[in-house]
């Protein structure tokens, strides 16, 4: 009976135990959401269940100070890589420049070495030189000394006369290359036409035809207002005459009549003309 009432006893003390142990661990009251939208926290201290919405997030705005220093950093590799183009360009021309000087310089000393070789035929006449007065107050090794360089203009002149020089020396093999030599330095320069004409009439003398109608008619064709065209007219019409050109020796003899019909050339072609 003892056992039965203990056993009674404990099990009303369990059941009383798992009554309070339940009230201690209810749940809240879940909040009805068909009642509509509450606010962020309820009366009874809870969150509330509604979703909440994330923040938008913002990009920031683009920064134009980088786009602009990328802009000039284009902009000043362009110019660096032009001005080593430009660069370029400039020691190409110095250097053609310093090589036509070479060029000149040899030329000038080959034409002097065979000139001073040429015997005169008459003495030359020394030069009159004026005696200095006592008043003068510069030392003539002075004026000497600071005498200007020759200007372009006077070395093209220097060759083509070096050149001519030995034309009337009769050096005609020598006077070819100085010809020569002259035009590969001064191909469109002042004394062209007169250049290419001596080199035609010394290529007739050595009966190299090809060679001196190839430079008489550079003179009639590239150079027609040059007082040698009426003469290269005519040699042209005489070597062809010599080929047994016949018509085209007359065609040369009538156009340097037609064309230049005061010249003296146009007078010795009528006599070509005749025969």
């Given at each position: 009976?003892?056992?039965?009432?203990?056993?009674?006893?404990?099990?009303?003390?369990?059941?009383?135990?798992?009554?309070?142990?339940?009230?201690?661990?209810?749940?809240?009251?879940?909040?009805?959401?068909?009642?509509?939208?509450?606010?962020?926290?309820?009366?009874?201290?809870?969150?509330?269940?509604?979703?909440?919405?994330?923040?938008?997030?913002?990009?920031?705005?683009?920064?134009?100070?980088?786009?602009?220093?990328?802009?000039?950093?284009?902009k000043i590799r362009t110019l660096e890589d032009?001005?080593?183009?430009?660069?370029?360009?400039?020691?190409?021309?110095?250097?053609?420049?310093?090589?036509?000087?070479?060029?000149?310089?040899?030329?000038?000393?080959?034409?002097?070495?065979?000139?001073?070789?040429?015997?005169?035929?008459?003495?030359?006449?020394?030069?009159v030189v004026k005696a200095a007065t006592s008043?003068?107050?510069?030392?003539?090794?002075?004026?000497?000394?600071?005498?200007?360089?020759?200007?372009?203009?006077?070395?093209?002149?220097?060759?083509?006369?070096?050149?001519?020089?030995?034309?009337?020396?009769?050096?005609?093999?020598?006077?070819?290359?100085?010809?020569?030599?002259?035009?590969?330095?001064?191909?469109?320069?002042?004394?062209?036409?007169?250049?290419?004409?001596?080199?035609?009439?010394?290529?007739?003398?050595?009966?190299?035809?090809?060679?001196?109608?190839?430079?008489?008619?550079?003179?009639?064709?590239?150079?027609?207002?040059?007082?040698?065209?009426?003469?290269?007219?005519?040699?042209?019409?005489?070597?062809?005459?010599?080929?047994?050109?016949?018509?085209?020796?007359?065609?040369?003899?009538?156009?340097?009549?037609?064309?230049?019909?005061?010249?003296?050339?146009?007078?010795?072609?009528?006599?070509?003309?005749?025969?």
């Amino acid at each position: 009976m003892r056992i039965k009432a203990s056993v009674l006893i404990l099990s009303a003390l369990c059941a009383t135990q798992l009554v309070l142990v339940q009230g201690a661990f209810a749940l809240p009251q879940v909040e009805d959401l068909s009642s509509g939208p509450s606010s962020g926290n309820n009366d009874s201290g809870y969150l509330s269940s509604a979703p909440v919405q994330a923040p938008e997030v913002t990009s920031p705005a683009p920064q134009k100070s980088t786009n602009i220093n990328e802009d000039l950093l284009v902009k000043i590799r362009t110019l660096e890589d032009e001005v080593q183009s430009l660069q370029g360009s400039v020691d190409e021309l110095q250097h053609s420049l310093q090589q036509s000087q070479k060029e000149q310089a040899v030329l000038i000393d080959a034409l002097s070495k065979k000139i001073s070789a040429i015997p005169a035929p008459v003495a030359a006449t020394p030069p009159v030189v004026k005696a200095a007065t006592s008043t003068s107050k510069t030392p003539v090794a002075a004026v000497v000394k600071t005498a200007p360089a020759a200007t372009p203009e006077a070395q093209e002149k220097a060759t083509y006369d070096a050149a001519y020089s030995l034309v009337s020396a009769k050096a005609y093999a020598d006077a070819i290359e100085a010809f020569e030599g002259h035009l590969t330095i001064y191909p469109d320069g002042k004394y062209a036409p007169q250049a290419n004409y001596w080199l035609g009439e010394l290529h007739a003398s050595q009966q190299l035809y090809p060679a001196a109608i190839k430079y008489l008619e550079t003179v009639v064709n590239k150079y027609p207002k040059s007082s040698k065209a009426p003469d290269a007219m005519l040699k042209l019409g005489i070597i062809n005459k010599r080929l047994g050109n016949d018509a085209k020796a007359q065609t040369w003899f009538a156009r340097v009549i037609t064309e230049y019909p005061q010249s003296t050339s146009a007078q010795s072609a009528k006599e070509y003309t005749t025969n």
